[in-house]
T-cell receptor, first 108, second 114 residues
Framework: DQQVKQNSPSLSVQEGRISILNCDYT??????FLWYKKYPAEGPTFLIS?????DKNEDGRFTVFLNKSAKHLSLHIVPSQPGDSAVYFC???????FGTGTRLQVFP | NAGVMQNPRHLVRRRGQEARLRCSPM?????VYWYRQLPEEGLKFMVY????????ESGMPKERFSAEFPKEGPSILRIQQVVRGDSAAYFC????????????FGPGTRLTVL
């Protein structure tokens, strides 16, 4: 029973364009969500988070949107850069429940 | 201002041996979490510890796995009598407190069981 789902295992985006990574969850009790970025052979790095009392949180090129009624969140990266190429995980708080990840590749 | 430290980074064991994975949390953090990432999968929660206490071990396999976070020293994840299916990347994270929202991860220990 995957409580946090990332249905797109990979995404390719051209440099300068917008990357949109999606995440769905099933447990309406989750009240805090985080996005982590992971490079090969490294641990996940915290990127951005959002509380369930908000529907949007922005930090530089990264914006996370939360739609509680749809139990859906998304991460927007604009403009995308080659250095953004990594695996992105969304997670719901406490003992973090991770999605399976989306591999983003930004090509020049 | 060291981050979360894990050692060893790579560990090779033969079936039946013991594996010990160490995690030193960030300075000032007293909460430690262990996660496992199997090939082609996301990270799965294993156990959550505070100093000298196991708070939540709902993700730990019932047998062969144990974890501790002593008053002094790093947190240890111990796997006895390893099997090939234990081969994975094991990540440790730490946070300031139970209500702290962000967990910071170490670089992981990649365990290979031959």
């Amino acid at each position: 029973d995957q409580q946090v789902k990332q249905n797109s295992p990979s995404l390719s985006v051209q440099e300068g364009r917008i990357s949109i990574l999606n995440c769905d969850y099933t447990n309406s009790m989750f009240d805090y969500f985080l996005w982590y970025k992971k490079y090969p052979a490294e641990g996940p790095t915290f990127l951005i988070s959002i509380s369930s009392i908000k529907d949007k949180n922005e930090d530089g090129r990264f914006t996370v949107f939360l739609n509680k009624s749809a139990k859906h969140l998304s991460l927007h990266i604009v403009p995308s850069q080659p250095g953004d190429s990594a695996v992105y995980f969304c997670a719901a708080r406490g003992k973090l429940i991770f999605g399976t990840g989306t591999r983003l590749q930004v090509f020049p | 201002n060291a981050g979360v430290m894990q050692n060893p980074r790579h560990l090779v064991r033969r079936r039946g041996q013991e594996a010990r994975l160490r995690c030193s949390p960030m300075k000032g953090h007293s909460h430690v979490y262990w996660y496992r990432q199997l090939p082609e999968e996301g990270l799965k929660f294993m156990v959550y510890l505070q100093k000298e206490n196991i708070i939540d071990e709902s993700g730990m396999p019932k047998e062969r796995f144990s974890a501790e976070f002593p008053k002094e020293g790093p947190s240890i994840l111990r796997i006895q009598q390893v099997v090939r299916g234990d081969s994975a990347a094991y990540f440790c994270a730490s946070s300031l407190g139970i209500h702290a929202d962000t967990q910071y991860f170490g670089p992981g220990t990649r365990l290979t069981v031959l």
